[in-house]
Structure formats: structure tokens, C-alpha cells
């Protein structure tokens, strides 16, 4: 079931099985998806990483991620652009520049509680309704129900993640951090000139990233490099020389360097032996 409104909003909801999963593998440009496991079991990779997912678990992707899937029961799956959600006043924490997509620095997972369970299935239930109708007031209450949605899954995400132990403007500072990095990592590689754009120091972000426990300003902005250098060599035929200037490296020489710190091998090596193996870069979530 999907939406489409005058303007080029578009959302989707299906539920999935092995035999139309295959869904999961396509591009979203320019949109958000939510993964929700109803079935025992899900594997699948994302830029080369394996994700398993265990029953009644959600994963919230952006588009710059690749999937592949590996292994599918069951699911129930959303995917919308950002026209349809996205505008610009909707800065909030379960907005398109939310904790969820953008203020996490690992791949959001979070597990639906027996306690929620019925919430959120009856929540579903009533979005796959609301799909089937047909007035002029159906763009809004979509709207509304995948906002519902949204805050639901933030609130269980602050509630199980460390992200809850900050204070929100904390919170707000990590979000707008790790949206900046998304919209800049191409050209802007060091941690000042972020702290800049956010009037913040450097040492306030290491501080708040510290608190989370998990990695540093520094290695997040390094991460998301390599997530895109990764695709673009397993993806696609471009010449290290393009690559290296697509991702604001100063010659090829430089970013082969950085790649080999990362990653352990030369880009080249990584291109021809079609290595997913990545011990130290994308986060990769093993769930129950």
C-alpha cells in the first residue's frame, strides 16, 4: 500500500515475507525506512555488514545505506521521502533530522517490549487502514500516524539507549552533530569546523560523546567516510583518483592512506577481493 500526494509525497507500508523481500534491496532516494521484524529471525547486510534482528525489533535506516538481504521471515516495512515528512519546521527529536535517523551514532536497533506490544501492533493496524482511504484528509492523517509511530520508537530508543543519560540540549547537540556529518562529510573531515558550525567547542563534543560511551566525534565523522568509500569501490567502477576527490581527499595518495588505517587493507585490495570484512568500521548489530 502506498501514498503518493500532489506535491511528490510518497509513503509506503507492506508487510513482507521471503518471497517479496526483495524489496528491502531497492535504492530510496531522498527517503527514510523503517525496518519492524515480525518473524523469528532477519539477516540481512547493510554497506557489507551483517544485521540480525530478533523478533519485534526495528531498524531505522537513511537512504545512503545499502541493503542486502540475507535472510527473511516476516516484516512489516516503511518507507517515505522526505517531501511527505521532512519540512523544514519539523526539526524536532522524531523528525527527518530526529534522534532516530540522524541523532544516533550507530545504527538505531531498538526491541519492542511485551509492555508496547499491544500499542504498537494496534497503532500498525490503524496506519494500514488509513492507507485504504481515499479524501482529502488522508496526507494529514498519515502524517499523524507516522509521527505517532516515530514517537513511540524514540521514546523506546532513549529508553534503551545511553542517549537517555543526556541532558536534551545534549541530546539536541548530538543530533544536529551527527545531521551536519551526514550533509558534510564529503568536504569537511575534522571535528573544529563542525564544533564551529555548531558554536560549541571541540572538547563540549568530545565531552557529550563521551558520556555516551561509544565513539568519539572524530571517528564518527571517520566512519561515515569510509561507509560511502566502501560503497563507492564495491559499487561501482569509478577510479580511486574520482573516489578519493568525490570524498574531499586532496589526491588519491591521501585517502588510500586513510582507507588502509580504517580498514586494514589498500582500497585496491578491497576492490579486488570484493571483501565485505570490516572489523572496525560500520557498526554492525548482533540481536538476540
Known sequence: ??????????????????????????????????????????????????????????????????????????????????????????????????????????????????AEQEKFDILWRMFSLEMQSSDGLQMEMLQMMLRR??????????????????????????????????THFRSIHNVAAYAELLHRSPKTLANL?????????????QDRIMVEARRLIRYSDRPMKEIADKLGFEDVQTFSRFFKTQEGIAPTEFRASGSLANPSGSPVYQGP
Open 1 to 114: 500500500m502506498h501514498f503518493t500526494g500532489t506535491t511528490d509525497e510518497y509513503i509506503e507500508l507492506r508487510e513482507l515475507n521471503a518471497t517479496n523481500a526483495s524489496v528491502l534491496n531497492e535504492p530510496f532516494e531522498n527517503g527514510l525506512r523503517i525496518i519492524w521484524n515480525s518473524g523469528d529471525h532477519m539477516e540481512f547486510r547493510i554497506d557489507g555488514s551483517l544485521i540480525t534482528l530478533g523478533r519485534d525489533q526495528l531498524i531505522f535506516l537513511t537512504e545512503h545505506y545499502q541493503v542486502e538481504v540475507v535472510h527473511v521471515e516476516a516484516c512489516r516495512f516503511v518507507r517515505f521521502n522526505r517531501p511527505f515528512f521532512c519540512v523544514v519546521d519539523r526539526d524536532s527529536e522524531v523528525g527527518c533530522k530526529g534522534i532516530l535517523f540522524f541523532g544516533a551514532h550507530e545504527l538505531p536497533v531498538l526491541s519492542i517490549a511485551q
Open 209 to 221: 560523546f563521551a558520556q555516551l560511551g561509544k565513539r568519539t566525534p572524530l571517528k564518527v565523522i
Open 149 to 182: 509511530l516515530l514517537i513511540l520508537c524514540t521514546r523506546l530508543y532513549k529508553e534503551q539507549g545511553k542517549l537517555g543519560s543526556l541532558q536534551f540540549d545534549g541530546v539536541n547537540i548530538v543530533r544536529d552533530f551527527n545531521f551536519l556529518v551526514e
